[in-house]
């Protein structure tokens, strides 16, 4: 279990939103952080293909004016941008598992962090492989980083503030404001003798704060530890999927026809053994007594970006709350 230093503390409210100005401070007016636990959902679509209205999973935790990233797909650091939130601020980011659609953003979220001045380490917590995707990253971006230390306008070199942190199940990190409970989902069945076989792992994610308990799925098959990991929480974000509707996209955009058969059947058993129908997410959140659902990356609909018929079928099987989540809104 980690447990980080008090810097961590920085959070400022603009626009409604917990936006930290300095690094290691409140806020510049001098009003206290805004108490208690905010959700904001970032990116919202399930890839790897990117989409023209939503980014890729992310979602920001902001608890007593701390905040925390859990995942970073593509576009994050824009969706962070249009917050105008301060990257100095972050130091605390989760990963559920190594799929880019989950991951794809966190190279360039790091450098602008960076960029900006953040001199303050930040940790990656996430499943094994997390550090060595952490080393990869720092390797890449260290082309961009010599340049600018060479030139004076940055003096701190990345891998002084970059750090990957592979953990195991259980109770993974606390601090002031979060306790993160993990287990291992069933996102991942790779064959015996596979190159992953055995070496990467995918999870759900319990943040209890002090007023709220969140759990993330990630992504995941049905799974008797994450409907356990839920009990009782009052916000379940979800990732969701229609076979039969990201099959036509596929359909349509000419990828299902690109493919080999193998890889067709092989789409189809990964989509339905490896990802949860609206269905199988009502049964799970009413077995585990959750009190609100909000559907998250959401894969393509042929032709829509509208889920109200996904959150219906949900409801069929729940009788929560149940809502549709969109980038950059609060919960």
């Known amino acids: 279990m980690h447990k980080p230093s008090s810097w961590l503390l920085a959070a400022f409210i603009v626009s409604g939103l917990a936006i930290p100005t300095t690094e290691g401070s409140a806020q510049s007016a001098g009003n206290a952080p805004k108490a208690g636990t905010r959700l904001i959902t970032l990116g919202t679509a399930g890839g790897p293909v990117p989409r023209a209205k939503r980014a890729q999973s992310s979602n920001l935790l902001i608890v007593n004016g701390t905040p925390y990233l ?20 972050l130091g ?19 450098s602008v962090q960076w960029g900006a001045q953040r001199s303050q380490p930040i940790n990656v917590y996430g499943p094994p492989g997390t550090q060595g995707m952490i080393k990869a990253a720092i390797g890449y971006l260290n082309y961009d980083a010599e340049i600018r230390i060479s030139d004076g306008s940055r003096t701190t070199p990345i891998e002084k503030v970059f750090f990957g942190n592979d953990v195991g199940t259980g109770q993974v990190f606390q601090d002031a404001n979060i306790t993160v409970t993990a287990v291992e989902n069933t996102h991942f069945h790779f064959p015996a003798g596979s ?6 792992k995918s999870y759900s994610y319990r943040f209890k704060t002090p007023d ?22 009052d916000i379940l974000v979800s990732e969701v999927v229609s076979v039969d509707d990201v099959k036509e996209a596929r359909i349509r955009d000419g990828r299902w026809q690109a493919m ?3 890889e067709q059947q092989e789409y189809i058993r990964h989509m339905i053994e490896e990802h949860v129908t609206p269905e199988q997410i ?12 909000i559907l998250s990356h959401l894969t393509p609909r ?14 069929k099987h729940f009788s929560g709350q149940v809502l549709v989540a969109e980038d950059l809104k609060e919960f």
């Open 302 to 315: 042929p032709d829509s970006d509208d889920y109200t018929a996904w959150a219906d079928e949900v409801r």
């Open 195 to 200: 190159p992953a076989y055995g070496k990467y």
């Open 70 to 89: 859990v995942d970073a797909g593509d576009g994050v650091a824009r969706r962070l941008a249009k917050l105008k939130f301060n990257l100095r601020s």
């Open 260 to 262: 080999s058969p193998t």
């Open 92 to 110: 605390t980011i989760f990963i559920t598992h190594g799929h880019n659609d989950h991951t794809g953003g966190l190279p360039h979220l790091l």
């Open 212 to 233: 709220r308990v969140i759990v993330f799925t990630g992504d995941t098959g049905a799974s008797d530890a994450l409907t356990e990991l839920a009990k009782d929480a």
């Open 282 to 293: 009502g049964k799970m959140a009413t077995k585990a007594n959750v009190k609100t659902v």
